[in-house]
T-cell receptor, first 113, second 115 residues
Framework: AQSVTQLGSHVSVSEGALVLLRCNYS??????LFWYVQYPNQGLQLLLK??????LVKGINGFEAEFKKSETSFHLTKPSAHMSDAAEYFC???????????FGTGTSLTVIP | GAVVSQHPSWVICKSGTSVKIECRSL??????MFWYRQFPKQSLMLMAT?????????EQGVEKDKFLINHASLTLSTLTVTSAHPEDSSFYIC???????????FGNGTRLTVT
């Protein structure tokens, strides 16, 4: 079975500061990992994905994530937070042998001006 | 590419009535679509997997007679909330992926309010 854990349901950063959102996964087979962003009253938008290629993955809006197998982590980072980054962020996992996606509980990012 | 359209974006209905929500894949075919429910400030809860041409697969605890799913074509799945009650009020989101195990693409969700 697969699962993801997002540490920190709420994260606050100052505008221009580093953003770090944590995601740890559990999977008995090689995982495919994703980060999504959700703005209020909208669906989820894909930020980036890891599908067993390069371990450092770059996504949209300046976000990137690094797959670390030894730490079973896939943390999301952005060097400099922008006000428009305030949203809910979800980590998700699936595998290449199944089409079931498992989502974390989400992290709400607040950017302080 | 890979656009999923969901309609309506919001709906208000009276208790006891039924509401239909449509989910369309606009530029790809989807033999499988997923329906999620999201409570305020919470994650997505998978309700059911919609399978084109066959019965949907419901997650444990989801009433299949209350949440009717029809996947009549490769680009359309519908979720009908039957005999809606206030506790059914929620944000419903559909998703699909163009290829097996490719990222899910989400509709913009439907805010259902039952009065």
């Amino acid at each position: 079975a697969q699962s993801v854990t997002q540490l920190g349901s709420h994260v606050s950063v100052s505008e221009g500061a580093l953003v770090l959102l944590r995601c740890n996964y559990s999977s008995s087979v090689p995982p495919y990992l994703f980060w999504y962003v959700q703005y209020p009253n909208q669906g989820l938008q894909l930020l980036l994905k890891y599908t067993s290629a390069a371990t450092l993955v770059k996504g949209i809006n300046g976000f990137e994530a690094e797959f670390k197998k030894s730490e079973t982590s896939f943390h999301l980072t952005k060097p400099s937070a922008h006000m428009s980054d305030a949203a809910e962020y979800f980590c998700a996992v699936t595998t290449n042998t199944g089409n079931q996606f498992y989502f974390g509980t989400g992290t709400s990012l607040t950017v302080i001006p | 590419g890979a656009v999923v359209s969901q309609h309506p974006s919001w709906v208000i209905c009276k208790s006891g009535t039924s509401v239909k929500i449509e989910c369309r894949s606009l530029d790809f075919q989807a033999t499988t679509m997923f329906w999620y429910r999201q409570f305020p400030k919470q994650s997505l809860m998978l309700m059911a997997t919609s399978n084109e041409g066959s019965k949907a697969t419901y997650e444990q605890g989801v009433e299949k007679d209350k949440f009717l799913i029809n996947h009549a074509s490769l680009t359309l799945s519908t979720l009908t909330v039957t005999s809606a009650h206030p506790e059914d009020s929620s944000f419903y989101i559909c998703s699909a992926n163009p290829l097996y195990n490719s990222p899910l693409h989400f509709g913009n969700g439907t805010r259902l309010t039952v009065t």
